[in-house]
């Protein structure tokens, strides 16, 4: 009995020390499993990222679908050329089978590349909606295939930070004789290696109002004519196909590039309406017509206008504005407000194109020149 009981001891060490090795093992082939894995990614191997994140995975709601085409894949690349990862801590559950490691990754900054993904997207939205003529404010982009060539553009031109986080990851064991340890492949998992990004480009607040509308004025600004009268459907004075308002659209434009521009003065956010009040700074279109109908008088008032007839009235009264539009340097700032709904996607201007269009050019969203049949004589 003595002896039995100085047996127990050493057996309970014995066991103990068998226990602590098999768990320092199953560690082991835990850490070698994930470190298999990983070192894959940061070695940019497309195989297996795709294994982790599905190039559907980032853009679910996109309605078309497309091959892995070459720059899908070199996206993913570019994303995980700085991907790094540190284990920080592994526990073994050898009763389940499963196990648990701490990771602190090293991705890309996800939020920033987001944040520029959406301006960017919206700006092709703009300009879409801008060459077909859409009543939208903007076209939505559906196919994964512009979508990523969106952020192969910005992956190839930007440079982006690198941030830390940690990260969780699940293993089990799917060995039966073998010790095999895999890693579970999970919505959250794919997102921490992304760096969050899935989160952020869901985000319809990725975007503030005040960046949104930023996206909408600036990209009008730096419209072609076709582009501009398309998109605020002022076509009367911005109709290029009349031969006769083709240089006066031309430099009506012009104008707009050289002159606009705003400041957003105050923004109130309501639910998922957004106001914003500001200040449109723009060629001073009152300015241009007073001079404009002060030499158009003079001339209807001189011999010449009588000796003219209707046809030369008509081109030269065309004359006398563009000479005007051309020739003015004078501004001016005033105050206008636009809407912004949140759809659950993003914001998005509410205007019929009628405010933005009368805030840029006042009066003459409109052609102060009569018909060619009216009658200028007395």
């Keep these: 009995m003595k002896t039995a009981k100085r047996l127990l001891p050493i057996l309970l060490f014995i066991l103990a020390l068998t226990g602590l090795g098999c768990s320092h093992l199953d560690k082991t082939q835990v850490e070698k499993a994930i470190t298999g894995e990983l070192d894959l990614l940061k070695n940019l191997d497309s195989e297996t990222a795709q294994k982790y994140i599905s190039y559907k995975e ?32 592994i526990d073994v559950d050898s009763d389940t089978r ?49 979508r990523y060539l969106i952020l192969n553009e910005l992956l190839k031109n930007n440079e982006y930070d690198t941030i830390e986080n940690n990260c969780t990851m699940q293993l089990k064991n799917t060995g039966d004789e073998e010790e095999v340890w895999e890693i579970k492949r999970t919505h959250s998992l794919e997102n921490d290696l992304v760096g969050g990004l899935m989160t952020y480009l869901s985000d319809s607040d990725t975007l503030s109002p005040e960046d949104t509308l930023g996206i909408y004025l600036k990209t009008l600004k730096n419209m072609d004519t076709n582009e501009m009268s398309n ?42 309406t957004a106001i914003i009040e500001t200040e449109i ?36 009264s065309y004359e006398l504005l563009l000479e005007n539009i051309e020739d003015s340097t004078a ?35 409109t052609s102060p020149v009569e018909d060619e049949d009216s009658d200028y004589d007395e």
Excluded: M
Excluded at 284 to 293: G, V
């Design 331 to 365: 501004v001016k700032t005033a105050t206008a407000t636009f809407q912004l709904v949140n759809d659950g996607v993003s914001w998005k201007l509410e205007d019929d194109n009628h405010d933005l269009g009368n805030a840029i050019f006042g009066p003459l969203a």
């Design 281 to 316: 700074t723009t060629f001073d279109s009152d300015a241009i017509l007073n001079d404009y109908q002060k030499e158009l008088d003079e001339y209807l008032a001189s011999p010449d206008a009588v000796i003219d007839g209707s046809q030369k009235r008509y081109q030269k």
């Design 231 to 272: 998109y605020l459907g002022i076509e009367d004075i911005l109709n290029a196909s009349d031969p006769a308002k083709s240089a006066l659209a031309t430099a009506l434009v012009e104008q707009v590039h050289k002159n606009f521009n705003y400041e957003v003065r105050e923004c109130t956010v309501s639910g998922y």
């Design 98 to 146: 499963t196990a648990t490691a701490t990771l602190r990754l090293t991705t890309i900054d996800a939020q920033t590349l987001s944040a520029d993904y959406a301006k960017a997207q919206l700006e092709k939205e703009i300009l879409a909606a801008a060459a077909s003529g859409s009543q939208s404010t903007e076209e939505s982009i559906d196919s994964l295939e512009e």
């Design 58 to 89: 980032l853009f679910p709601d996109a309605s078309e679908e497309t091959e892995l085409s070459s720059e899908i894949q070199e996206v993913f690349s570019l994303f995980f050329q700085n991907f790094n990862y540190k284990i920080l801590d």
